[in-house]
């Protein structure tokens, strides 16, 4: 199983981006993992971003992306995104998504698959 995160890029404070993840090697199972976003930045801990459950009708997000942020997926095409708006330089970290077969959590523990991560620079 992999997990392909990309989307990431440079891009000024108030900008956007949209992040993607492709999941290779789930198959038709990839409809049954919830799938997270969880943000790094340099010298701080992993952090949880969003969740989207497994059919895509919940959705949850950290107070710091939460009215920013809209997570989605298509499970025909076995991608989850992120699109950001409004970025701030406090969002400027390595992206990575995350599988969990499992119900809505911001632990880093439950997860079972993750991508390689996907650089966001805000620039003031």
């Known amino acids: 199983v992999q997990l392909q995160a990309s989307g990431g890029g440079l891009v000024q404070a108030g900008g956007s981006l949209r992040l993607s993840c492709a999941a290779f090697?789930?198959?038709?199972?990839?409809?049954?993992?919830?799938m997270a976003w969880f943000r790094q930045a340099p010298g701080k801990e992993r952090e949880f971003v969003a969740f989207?459950?497994?059919?895509?009708?919940?959705?949850y997000y950290s107070d710091s992306v939460q009215g920013r942020s809209t997570i989605s997926r298509d499970n025909v095409k076995n991608t989850v995104s992120l699109q950001m708006n409004s970025l701030k330089p406090e969002d400027a970290a390595v992206y990575y998504c995350?599988?969990?077969?499992?119900?809505?959590?911001?632990?880093?523990?439950?997860?079972?698959?993750w991508g390689q991560g996907t650089l966001v620079t805000v620039s003031s």
């Open positions: 995350a599988a969990r077969r499992g119900p809505y959590s911001q632990g880093q523990m439950g997860y079972n698959y």
């Open positions: 090697g789930l198959g038709l199972t990839f409809r049954t993992y919830g």
């Open positions: 989207i459950d497994s059919s895509g009708g919940t959705t």
